[in-house]
């Protein structure tokens, strides 16, 4: 059974940095790409950055450019997203997803989802 459990959120002021953690479990996810995605009220879910777990290769949204930095650890099976120079429009829920097409951003192309884990910036 596939999980991916999301953790590392909280609040934080305009300008600081959280680090997510996505802990993989349940197969193999050599051939998949983890993305993160977010939601904030009232808008759609969106599409963060994306990392090839076999290779490393990453994918960003133009927002969170220069900003943010996904990453992933082999051995402990867990991918994380640095978040520097937060702002109070990055108020979100943060999902980890985990898909077959490479570096996609569309949330249909993923098939496992998290819980998901609040990410709140004051200004």
């Known amino acids: 059974q596939v999980q991916l459990v999301e953790s590392g959120g909280g609040l934080v002021q305009a300008g600081g940095s959280l680090r997510l953690s996505c802990a993989a479990s349940?197969?193999?996810?050599?051939?998949?790409?983890l993305g993160w995605f977010r939601q904030a009220p009232g808008k759609e879910r969106e599409f963060v950055a994306s990392?090839?777990?076999?290779?490393?290769?990453?994918n960003y949204a133009d927002s969170v450019k220069g900003r943010f930095t996904i990453s992933r650890d082999n051995a402990k099976n867990t991918v994380y997203l640095q978040m520097n120079s937060l702002k109070p429009e990055d108020t979100a829920v943060y999902y980890c997803?985990?898909?077959?097409?490479?570096?996609?951003?569309?949330?249909?192309?993923?098939?496992?989802w998290g819980q998901g884990t609040q990410v709140t910036v004051s200004s």
């Open positions: 997803a985990a898909g077959l097409t490479y570096h996609s951003s569309s949330s249909s192309s993923y098939n496992y």
């Open positions: 349940g197969r193999s996810f050599s051939t998949y790409t």
């Open positions: 990392i090839w777990w076999s290779a490393g290769s990453t």
